[in-house]
C-alpha cells in the first residue's frame, strides 16, 4: 500500500522541487563543463533519479547519516552539502569537500551527514551498517542510509550486511536505486529473481518496491519507513525504480548502444520528476510558471557562484599530498 502524501504542504513541495531542480542544473552544468578537461575525474550523473535524493534526504534529519556510491552529486546537494565544495572537489581544489583528493565519486560532507561516497560497488554498505550498528550502541536515535544500486545486489557483502543489520536489528534503510542497469547489463541478465527488494525477506527485512520518479511517492514511503526504523525498529530495503538518462559515465547520452532502448528514455522522461511536481504544484498549490522561473533563476545563480569559486581556488599545495592519509603505513 502506497502511503499518503496529502500531508505535503506548499512549503514542503516546494523543498522537495527545488532540491530537485538544483541537482539537475547542477549536473547539467557539469555537462556543459566536463568537455573543457576543467574537471578532474569520471562524472557518473544522476539525471533523471533526482526524485529519489530529493524525497529520501528530505524525510531526514540534519543528524542522520548517509553513505553512497560515485554517482553521489545528487544526494550531496540532497542532504544539504556546500555546492562550492562539490564544485571544487570536482577541479581537484582544496577548497573541495575532500581538499581535492577524491572528485567526484567520493563526495563528503560529514557537517550534513553525508559520511561517505566510494567508486567500490557495494562498499559503502557495510559501512552504513556499522555506522548504524554505532549509533545504536552508543543509545543515539539517528537513522542511517545506505544508498546504492541494483548492481550492488550481486556484490556478497550486500548480503553480509543485511545479515548483520537483521541480527543487531540496527536502525538502517537500504534505499535501492534500481535503474535496471549495472553499466550495460540489466537485472534479468544478473539475477534469477528480479524482485530485489525480496532479498532480506528469509532474514525478516521487510523491503517494498515503489515508483522512483514521483518525489511525493519517495518521501512518503521514506517517511514511513524512517518511523519504523528509528529507535529500535527493524531494518528495512526501499526500492525505487527509476531510470538513468545519461550514459553510465560521462555526460554524454547513449541510448543508440543497443543495450538499452530509446523507447524507455522517452517513458523516463514521460514520468520527469520536475514536470511532475511542477503539474502538481501548479494544479494544487497556485504555483505559477513565474514562480518556477524565480526559482530556476535563483538556482542557476548559486551554480555560478560556486562555478566561479571553482574556477578561482587554488589547488591542493604539493605537502598536502601526504595528509590525510595513513601516514605510519606509507
Ligand atoms: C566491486 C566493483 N566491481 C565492479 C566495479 C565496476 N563498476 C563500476 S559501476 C558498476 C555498475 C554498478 O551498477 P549499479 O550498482 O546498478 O549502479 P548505477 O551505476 O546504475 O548507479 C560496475 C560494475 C566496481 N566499481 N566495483
Ligand atoms: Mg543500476
Known amino acids: 500500500m502506497t502511503p ?14 527545488r532540491k530537485m531542480l538544483k541537482i539537475r542544473l547542477a549536473e547539467s552544468r557539469v555537462a556543459e563543463i566536463y568537455p573543457t578537461d576543467k574537471i578532474q575525474s569520471p562524472v557518473h550523473l544522476s539525471l533523471g533519479q533526482e526524485a529519489i535524493a530529493a524525497g529520501v534526504c528530505h524525510a531526514l534529519r540534519p543528524d542522520d547519516h548517509i553513505y553512497g556510491t560515485y554517482r553521489g552529486h545528487g544526494i550531496f546537494i540532497a542532504k544539504g552539502g556546500d555546492l562550492k565544495k562539490a564544485f571544487a572537489e570536482l577541479y581537484a581544489k582544496n577548497t573541495g569537500c575532500c581538499r581535492g583528493k577524491g572528485g567526484s565519486m567520493h563526495y563528503v560532507a560529514p557537517e550534513v551527514g553525508l559520511m561517505g561516497c566510494s567508486a567500490i560497488v557495494a562498499s559503502t ?29 550481486g556484490e556478497g557483502v550486500f548480503f ?55 518525489v511525493a511517492n519517495v518521501y512518503a514511503n521514506m517517511r514511513e519507513a524512517v518511523q519504523t526504523v528509528r529507535g529500535g525498529g527493524s531494518p528495512m530495503v526501499l526500492e525505487f525504480m527509476t531510470h538513468r538518462w545519461a550514459e553510465h559515465v560521462g555526460p554524454g547520452a547513449d541510448h543508440n548502444e543497443k543495450y538499452r532502448d530509446r523507447a524507455l528514455l522517452n ?21 505559477s510558471d513565474d514562480d518556477f522561473l524565480r526559482i530556476e533563476n535563483e538556482l542557476k545563480a548559486e551554480i555560478d557562484e560556486a562555478v566561479g569559486f571553482a574556477e578561482k581556488s587554488p589547488i591542493p599545495d604539493k605537502k598536502e599530498l601526504y595528509e590525510g592519509l595513513f601516514k605510519e603505513r606509507i
Open 4 to 17: 499518503s502524501s496529502s500531508y505535503l504542504d506548499s512549503s514542503a513541495w516546494n523543498e522537495l522541487f
Open 160 to 214: 553480509e550486511s543485511l545479515n548483520f543489520a537483521a541480527l543487531k536489528q540496527v536502525p538502517v534503510i537500504f534505499v535501492l536505486e534500481n535503474n535496471n542497469y549495472a553499466v550495460h547489463s540489466c537485472v534479468k541478465e544478473r539475477h534469477k529473481v528480479t524482485e530485489l527488494y525480496k532479498f532480506g525477506e528469509g532474514l525478516g527485512i521487510k523491503g517494498i518496491r515503489t515508483d522512483g520518479f514521483d
Open 267 to 287: 517513458l523516463a522522461i514521460e514520468r520527469d520528476s520536475i514536470q511532475m511536481a511542477k503539474n502538481t504544484m501548479k494544479r494544487g498549490l497556485g504555483f
Open 125 to 153: 554498505i557495510p559501512v552504513a551498517v556499522g555506522d548504524a550498528f554505532a549509533a545504536k550502541y552508543l543509545g543515539l536515535d539517528r537513522v542511517t542510509v545506505a544508498f546504492f544500486g541494483d548492481g550492488a545486489v
